[in-house]
């Protein structure tokens, strides 16, 4: 086990994939030739005080939710650290 703290780009937007990605479902992770790796491999605990949630009110606004605990205390969520190549063959990480 090692721990350690890095700064990271929050999601990633693989070369194959037209939008940004910033959420992994769940019950894709085992079976996703992208997300497989590293659910195996690079899980990591990403450290909050707070996050936003959007809900569709119609077809054109949203309302964005922060969601914190009550003592608005940091807490913790999972994550997965990628490493993905760019144009250029380097790593890129997030």
Known sequence: FRSSVHLRKWGMQPSWSPIYLINAKSEKLVESRFWHKPFTTSR????ASYFIE?????????????I????KEMFGFAGLLVTTKDKEGQDKEG
């Open 44 to 47: 990591v605990i990403v450290p």
């Open 68 to 71: 914190r605990l009550k003592s």
């Open 54 to 66: 959007w809900q569709k009110l119609d077809d054109k606004t949203k309302q964005p939710y922060v």
